[in-house]
Nanobody, 126 residues
């Protein structure tokens, strides 16, 4: 099993940047792909970005392209989400997820991921 703990959220003004972190513990020697999802109040959970175990493959939601960068540091067992030019509509709880990386296409649906963190709140004021 893998345990995931997010950090880095907070209250920022529109246009600011944040870097979220997702620290993994447990069976970090296993090849798990990671992803970030977010959920705003009253809305369904939506995919933001994903990264393969090796870090060589990434995939972004259209809303994240050009503004977000997902990266990983396997030595530190941590995945990051750098978010720039934040908008009020980015306000949500951001959650890290992990799934077995079988070398196939990165998943974008929540039900494709096995392990979840508790999330970190990001609030962007306009």
């Amino acid at each position: 099993q893998v345990q995931l703990v997010e950090s880095g959220g907070g209250l920022v003004q529109a246009g600011a940047s944040l870097r979220l972190s997702c620290a993994a513990s447990g069976r970090t020697d296993r090849p798990y792909a990671k992803a970030w999802f977010r959920q705003a109040p009253g809305k369904e959970r939506e995919f933001v970005a994903a990264i393969s175990w090796t870090g060589t493959t990434t995939y972004y939601a259209d809303s994240a392209k050009g503004r977000c960068t997902i990266s990983s540091d396997n030595a530190a067992n941590t995945v990051y989400l750098q978010m720039n030019s934040l908008k009020s509509e980015d306000t949500a709880v951001y959650t890290c997820a992990a799934k077995w990386d079988a070398g196939t296409r990165l998943g974008i649906l929540p039900n494709q991921y096995t392990y979840w963190g508790r999330g970190t709140q990001v609030t962007v004021s306009s």
